[in-house]
């Protein structure tokens, strides 16, 4: 696994904007999927928004047309634009990654996870 770090998170008021980023270090040959989850307190962990290699990206209903997942061109960071940031939006955002390696007849696929970063969004 390679280790993915967040940043970007922090305060904002209703109607603002966050750009969230992730890089990844150690091992980031064969990241084929680049994601985006979020946990709110007392709740599970939901997919927010992916990016396949090669793909178009994916988003939660919930923040169409409001977020934006894009990385870089060696998939070494990626980020979570988000706009018009709601109340509802407030939790722990966590990047993740996954790789899959070795020969073509026993293919592995391996998921990554950073520590997470706290958006709040006050009213």
């Known amino acids: 696994q390679v280790q993915l770090l967040e940043s970007g998170g922090g305060l904002v008021q209703t109607g603002g904007s966050l750009r969230l980023s992730c890089t990844a270090t150690?091992?980031?040959?064969?990241?084929?999927?680049m994601r985006w989850y979020r946990q709110a307190s007392g709740k599970q962990r939901e997919l927010v928004a992916s990016l396949a290699s090669g793909g178009l990206p994916d988003y939660a209903e919930s923040v169409k047309g409001r977020f934006t997942i894009f990385g870089d061109n060696a998939k070494t960071t990626w980020y979570l634009q988000m706009n018009s940031l709601k109340p509802e939006d407030t939790a722990v955002y966590y990047c993740?990654?996954?790789?899959?390696?070795?020969?073509?007849?026993?293919?592995?696929?391996?998921?990554?996870w950073g520590q997470g970063t706290q958006v709040t969004v006050s009213s």
């Open positions: 150690g091992r980031t040959r064969y990241i084929d999927t």
């Open positions: 993740n990654a996954d790789q899959t390696i070795g020969p073509v007849e026993r293919p592995v696929t391996y998921a990554s």
